[in-house]
Structures are given as structure tokens and as C-alpha cells.
């Protein structure tokens, strides 16, 4: 099975220079690429002079993520997409378990690594964790870190198992699924396109997996900090926009009255606390949200799925409840 590893960078020549050997040590399996999103340092320099062996893509433009990858992998001949942040060092033999899962199980698109954190080893790490679920809202977790809260890995989620939606940390995806599904949604432009993604596989009957074998570690927010505004805002906007495009038609509004209020109850948290930017930026979401609403709509496919969702609200499970642990929620 012919694999391609495809590395997105933006001005990242220090996390390349960190990370790549790992890659490049450990992928012999695979041809490996860095797709360039046009860097103004000195990235493409070090690739050539440290790294002869990879292969070089040179986008026109930052075009984020999702249009990165999706100008990107254009020019990849591979079987398989191995999309692999710049700030993740993989493992020996991390490989060889998703390649026999895809050879192995046809109806398997997409498929997710242990995820666990750079800084600190023992435990999971926020993007992606042991595999990615949504409630009835929108909401995205994972087994092993439900908002904020990290699990200490101690093996409890050492399976292989169909989840809903696989980081795009470290993100395997078929490239006959990715082409048929026109790849991520370029008005993303970063962060949860890769939940949109699983979500339009998964609603034409696809199967995302996670396979606890093959492991990798995320230094995170290497790119955005988790205190950005700019990614509160693109968590908001892209959030509302995938439920427009993915929702059950008989859900779709109820849901997302629904979550229009639980973003205007996070948006004055932010300012109670303080935290304008953060207000402003939810609000800027809702705006956009607004101007792209029609576009999004006519990207819906003619079949939704209803059996998306695991718990009814996982907001009330973590913040009433009291549940911090994905064994908790059932």
C-alpha cells in the first residue's frame, strides 16, 4: 500500500528542524512531503540542506489548513494521506498498525493514532486524545480529554475502535475518500475541518478508527495558542457552520437555537472575566456565520445521518454533572 506522509508548514522551520528527523527515522514505508503554505523564513532552505530526502510542495499562498492541504495533495500519488502537524513526533513502528487496518478493512476511510502529549508524555493530549466524538450539539470531545481535561494515559483506551471524528493533528484518510469528498471545506480555513470531513464520510457510511497502536506525541498550539482570539473565533464560526452543513434536517434548527444561546452564555463569561478579545471574537463568528449561512446550506448532501451524536449534551455531563472522563459519560 503506497502511503504518503504530507507535513503543512507555515514560517515552522524550528519545528521542522525539531520534529522531521522523527519522521523521516521512522517512515520508511512512506514518501514524505512538506506542503509550504508560502513561508517568509527559512524553511524551505532547511528542508533542502537537512532533509534531501523530502519532498517539497510550494503553495502560492497561506492558504490555511484546509485549502493548504487541498492544493497540496494535488500533486501527491499515494493511496493513503498521512496529514501530520509539524509539531508532532511520531514512533517506531507507528505505521505498520494503520496500514494493516486499511488493508485489512476496506469499509475503514480515515483512522486516528494514540495522541498523547509532547510536554507531558504520560498523558493525552487536547487534539484528538484516543479519538474524537460530538454531542447532540455540535460539541466535540475525545476519549481522554473532555474540554480541558486531560487522562493520564494508563492504558484504558489501549483498543482499536470506530469513533466519530480523527484529529487533524494526525490524520490518515483514504485519498479515493478525500478526493470524493472534495477534501476539507477551504471556508474553514483551520480548525474543525477535520471534524466537517468525518463528518460528510460518516454520513455516506464511511468508518473512522482509532488505533491505539501507533503512537505519536503533539507539543500543541505551536501555531495558535489556545488563548488566541483567532481561535475562538474560528472554533465558533466553523462550528455553527458544520452543523448547518451535517445536521439531520428535522435537528437542524432546534439545534442550532440551541447553540446560538450556549455561545451567547460562553461569549458574556468571556466578559465577565474580562476577556473583550474573546467576546468580540464570538461575536465576529456569529457574524460571519450569518454571511455564510446560505453558501453553507447548499453544501448539505441528501442524506444526514441521526446516530451522530453519543450523549444528549456533554456541557451539562462536564460543567453540571461533574464528568470528567469519557468512562464517566455512560
Known amino acids: 500500500m503506497k502511503i504518503a506522509v504530507v507535513i503543512l508548514n507555515w514560517n515552522g522551520a524550528a519545528l521542522l528542524q525539531k520534529f522531521l528527523h522523527s519522521v523521516v527515522e521512522f517512515s520508511a514505508e512512506a514518501d514524505i512531503y512538506v506542503a509550504d503554505n508560502a513561508s517568509t523564513d527559512d524553511s524551505i532552505s532547511l528542508i533542502k540542506s537537512k532533509f534531501p530526502s523530502v519532498k517539497i510542495i510550494e503553495n502560492k499562498a497561506n492558504f490555511g489548513f484546509a485549502q493548504g492541504y487541498n492544493e497540496a495533495l494535488k500533486f501527491v500519488d499515494a493511496e493513503v494521506f498521512a496529514l501530520v502537524n509539524s509539531d508532532i513526533e511520531v514512533t517506531q513502528n507507528w505505521l505498520q498498525p494503520i496500514i494493516e487496518t486499511f488493508k485489512n478493512e476496506p469499509e475503514t476511510a480515515i483512522i486516528q493514532p494514540k495522541i498523547l502529549d509532547y510536554k507531558n508524555k504520560a498523558y493525552f493530549e487536547y487534539a484528538g486524545a484516543a479519538g474524537g466524538f460530538i454531542d ?195
Open 136 to 330: 447532540k450539539y455540535g460539541y466535540p470531545f475525545c476519549r481522554g480529554r473532555i474540554f480541558d481535561t486531560l487522562e493520564k494515559d494508563l492504558g484504558q483506551y489501549d483498543d482499536n475502535r470506530e469513533i466519530f471524528w480523527a484529529s487533524g493533528a494526525c490524520f490518515f484518510i483514504r485519498s479515493s475518500v478525500f478526493k470524493n469528498l472534495n477534501g476539507f471545506d477551504a471556508d474553514f480555513f483551520a480548525h474543525q475541518e477535520e471534524i466537517d470531513l468525518c463528518w460528510r464520510a460518516f454520513n455516506k457510511g464511511h468508518q473512522i478508527k482509532y488505533i491505539s497502536a501507533s503512537k505519536v506525541y503533539h507539543v500543541g498550539g505551536a501555531t495558535l495558542q489556545q488563548g488566541n482570539p483567532q481561535k475562538t473565533f474560528l472554533n465558533f464560526r466553523n462550528s455553527l457552520l458544520m452543523l448547518v452543513k451535517n445536521l439531520p434536517k428535522k435537528r437542524l434548527f432546534p439545534v442550532l437555537f440551541t447553540r446560538m444561546i450556549l455561545d451567547g452564555v460562553a461569549a458574556f463569561q468571556f466578559l465577565f472575566k474580562g476577556k473583550v478579545s474573546h467576546f468580540a471574537a464570538i461575536a465576529k463568528a456569529h457574524l460571519l456565520f450569518y454571511i455564510l449561512l446560505f453558501a453553507n446550506f447548499k453544501k448539505r448532501d441528501s442524506l444526514q445521518k441521526n446516530d451522530y451524536f453519543t450523549i444528549k449534551s456533554i456541557v451539562y455531563s462536564h460543567f453540571i454533572q461533574r464528568k470528567n472522563k469519557f468512562t464517566d459519560l455512560f
